[in-house]
Each structure stands twice: as structure tokens, then as C-alpha cells.
């Protein structure tokens, strides 16, 4: 009845880990990937992005961002990087944000308006939630979406 074009598969995967193991949770992306190709043209999973071991305000107050990745955990990267390489074997669309706004090894954690990257130790403020979705949306060749009345 409805004609999709684009599916995005998004979840904080490391706390996937409580109820899946690695293989199980790459063989389910697999298999949910495959399912929803009948209904769109188009499917994508979001990889994993960094989780902190503290809300990452409190980490952007210390004023030292040279030792925010002290705080990042470990087990989203690695987690990251096996989703990515299991996946992608596969042919499954996978978009690696774990490195969003770095460049050789050079992060940037603050927004142009003051805003840290991050609310909690996971989740994404507004300014950079905006940001993220237009990677998304340029590595997706997604059109932005438009009103009209």
C-alpha cells in the first residue's frame, strides 16, 4: 500500500549485549535487513556511536578535552567495528558514525553555538543530532524532506 523508499536501522547496539551476543546481534541486523528489502528500495543500519562512562556535560565542564576519550568506553568501539566488518561481508548498508566528527584523531565534542555533543553518556544534543542526521542523509543519498501544503 505504501511505497518506501528508505529504511534506517538505528539502536544504541551496546546495550544490545544484555540480551544478544555479538553473532546473534549481526545475524538478527542481517536478517531484519533482508526482511525489510521487500518493502523498501532502499535499507541502512546505523552503526553504534561512542557511550562515556559519565553524561557527557559533566565531562565537557572539566574544560580539558584532551581526556575526554578516557571516559569512552571501550566495548562500543569494538562492538562497532564487528557490526561494520560482519555486515558489510555481507552486503548490508552499514553507515560507521563511531568516528562522527573526528579527523586524524582530532575530535570536536562542542558545537559552533556552545552546545556539548552529547546530554547523557549516549544521546545526542539537538544542534548535534541535526548535524548527524545530515551525514546520514549525504552517505544515504536522502533527500531532505520537504512540507507542502
Known amino acids: 500500500k505504501y511505497n518506501i523508499n528508505t529504511v534506517l536501522i538505528s539502536a544504541n547496539w551496546n546495550d ?12 538478527n541486523l542481517i536478517n531484519s535487513v533482508e526482511y525489510m528489502k521487500s518493502y523498501a528500495k532502499n535499507v541502512y543500519v546505523i552503526g553504534q556511536t561512542k557511550v562515556y562512562d559519565t553524561a557527557f556535560y559533566r565531562i565537557a565542564q572539566l ?17 562497532n567495528d564487528f557490526l561494520k566488518s560482519r555486515l558489510i561481508s555481507k552486503d548490508v548498508d552499514y553507515i ?22 552529547m546530554f547523557d553518556n549516549n544521546h545526542f544534543t539537538l544542534p548535534w543530532a541535526k548535524k548527524l542526521l545530515g551525514e546520514v542523509m549525504i552517505r544515504t543519498e536522502v533527500e531532505p524532506l520537504t512540507h507542502s501544503k
Open 63 to 79: 574544560n580539558d578535552l584532551a581526556k575526554i576519550k578516557r571516559h569512552e568506553l571501550n566495548g562500543p568501539s569494538s562492538l
Open 16 to 27: 544490545g549485549k544484555k540480551f544478544f551476543s555479538k553473532n546473534e546481534m549481526a545475524d
Open 96 to 117: 560507521d558514525l563511531y568516528g562522527f566528527e573526528c579527523e586524524d584523531e582530532q575530535c570536536y565534542y562542542i558545537s559552533e553555538d556552545g552546545y556539548p555533543i
